[in-house]
Each structure stands twice: as structure tokens, then as C-alpha cells.
């Protein structure tokens, strides 16, 4: 087995690309700051009582396990960013009103979520906490497109869905007690099979409630999908609140379009509690952006506080955009003479790239073009084009 393999999932990130998603963190760490959010950075590794508090059972699934030397206890490595800057909001700064945080760390999943899926991911979000209205709600959603638009990203589109509904229907039925991770999935995957039969498989399954489910994997469209809701599924309190939810946000936000699909509980990790969304666009094969509303997360670290936010992954968003480009430098000579030395300090300070080339070796670039060099003429340092 050779030694430079890595593992399953885990790849380098070469010179143009690497340079690429850094400059992408830059300017999306920049656009935040615009909008008046505080830049964290928690750690990558925690105990996994306070890295789990809150969440669901998806995120335990994807988080490494280990053990601490130092007091023994189990340590998580992080597979998610947003409970961390949950507790960094409730605990250490416990502030009154709102709060604006941003990040951007790596991330670590145990397996990949899905089939071309890595499982390292350079996680970068925004999060606002201490405000339940739908304005919160609307400069997230403003800010997550503004970010996919700055990378370069066109024609992303917009998808809606309100966990609650789903929610509201698996409750109303004692039959379904425990069940509700494995009807999400079958309905995240449109099962519509399945989902008649659990009539047969499921004992004291109301048939209400099978009509209800196979209603919701057909409930997905454009924002007529709302109005259709109310006509077909049951008049339950949780579930008409989270329809009037959605209803609300895109009546605020008049100039987007948005597809809705209330079947769809696989945009997070089982912890929002409100509106979640997800931004696509052609060339990748999932979401670019995901993110919502999760109120109360922060209750375990004893401050519960309404949140909502969002995040993606900038290794994936770089990969779906054309090849990056290499950018143009200068070629020089090695040598420590003084007239030389102030030639490329000038040249670097102007922020130029200048490449010395070691003496006797081979000169291979894959992040830069070399188009100029520098060359001594009538005894000054002068730049060229290369010939």
C-alpha cells in the first residue's frame, strides 16, 4: 500500500484552486463585515457532551469520536460550525438583543453525505441571533444569495421548506412514536411505495395520516404549493403556522423566485426548528447553501435565544466554477546584490509577483504564468516581456 494515499473521501487541494478558496474566504469574510457580523472561531475539536448539545441525530452520525489524554473524556471533532457559534452566542458573549457572528473553519464528517460528497469541508456562514421576526429571516436569505452571487454564480435557485409541517403530521399520529427519522427519509426520497404501505406495515397507522404523508410528496412546485397545502393536508395549529411562515417570507421578498418542496428534510442536521432553505445551481450536483431558522439550540448551554443563519462549503463552491486562472508574474535571477534586493522589494511592495529562480534548477509553476522578467540593463534592474 503506498504511503501517499490518502483516505477515503479526503483529497489535497492543489496550488491555483488552493489559492482560489482562499481569496473566495477573503471576500466573503469581507461582505460579512459589511453587514455588521463579528468574525469567531471556535475550536476544531471539543467534548462531545457540549459539540452535540442541541442537535440531532444526524450530526452524531458525522461526528468523529476520541478520547481526551489530558482528562479522559470523549472529544468530537466539529462536522458542524453553527451549535459552536450557538454556544460562543448564549455563554461567553450572553449578550441582550441581536448578535451577528460569521466564521469560516474546516469541518470533519465521519462519512461523506452522499455519494461525491468529501468528508473535510471549509465551512463558512453567518449567523444572526436574538430576533424571531422575519426580518432575521430575510437579511440571511439576502446575504446567502449575495454570496454565491459574489463567487461567480449564476442563475442560483431558491428552495423553501418548513420542517414543522412534516413534523406536525408524524405527531398528530401516536402510531408514528419513534418513527420520524425513517418517515423524513422516505419522504426526502419521494417514496411514494412505501409510504402506501405503511397502512399494512405500520399497526394502528391512521389512514388520515397516510393520505397526509402521500399529499406532502407530491407538495412541491412553485409557491402555489402553499395554497395546495392548506387544501389538502390536515388543519393542524404547528402545521398551518409553518405554512403561514413560508407564506410570509416570500411575500417580503418579492424579486426572488422560490421552489418549495414540504417532503424535503434532508437540508440540515435535524435541528432547525423554522423556515430552512437551500440554494442550487447548474454544475453542482447538490445544495451550495443551506440554512434556517433553529431557535433554542442554545437552551442546553442555558440561554435559549431565536437564531437563524446559514452556511456552505468553499471547497465545493470552488469546484463548480470554471478552472481557476493562474495569475501573471515576473521571472528574476538569484542574487543578493543590493541594487537587485531593492528592485524586488519595489516590485513585490507594488504588489507584484516576482519568482527569484534558484541557481542550476528547473523552474515549473502551476499557480502563476510567467509573462515578464527582470533583467539588468545598462546596469539597472528593468522589467521585460519574456521573449
Known sequence: ?????????????????????????????????????????????????????????ALNLRTFKLVDQLSGRTLGVRADITPQVSRIDAHLLNREGVTRLCYCGSVLHARPAGLLSDR???????EIFGHAGVEADIEILELALESVKRAGVRKARLDLNHPGVVRAVIDSDPALAGAADDIS????????????????????????TVRALLDLASLYGGTEVIAKARQALPALPAL?????????????????EFSIDLADMGSGYGYHSGVVFSIYAEGWHDALVKGGRYDGVAKAFGRSRPATGFSLDLRKLSSGLPPAQVAKA?????????????ALRELRDAGEIVVQVL?????????????????????????????
Open 240 to 256: 398551518l403556522a409553518g405554512l403561514d411562515d413560508l407564506e410570509t417570507l416570500v411575500r417580503a421578498l418579492p424579486a426572488h
Open 359 to 387: 541557481p542550476g534548477q528547473p523552474h515549473r509553476l502551476d499557480e502563476f504564468t510567467v509573462d515578464r522578467e527582470l533583467v539588468l540593463d545598462n546596469g539597472a534592474w528593468k522589467v521585460r516581456a519574456v521573449q
Open 1 to 57: 500500500m503506498s504511503n501517499w494515499l490518502l483516505p477515503e473521501s479526503l483529497a489535497d487541494i492543489l496550488p491555483a484552486e488552493a489559492r482560489r478558496i482562499e481569496e473566495l474566504r477573503r471576500n466573503l469574510l469581507d461582505l460579512y463585515r459589511t453587514y455588521g457580523f463579528e468574525l469567531v472561531a471556535p475550536p476544531l475539536v471539543e467534548y462531545i457532551d457540549s459539540l452535540l448539545s442541541g442537535t440531532g441525530g
Open 120 to 126: 473535510e469541508l471549509l465551512q463558512i456562514g453567518a
Open 185 to 208: 427519509e422516505l419522504l426526502s426520497t419521494k417514496d411514494v411505495p412505501a409510504l402506501a404501505a405503511l397502512g399494512d406495515s405500520v399497526p394502528g397507522i391512521r389512514p388520515a
Open 330 to 342: 515576473i521571472r528574476a535571477p538569484w542574487g543578493t546584490e543590493a541594487a537587485l534586493v531593492a
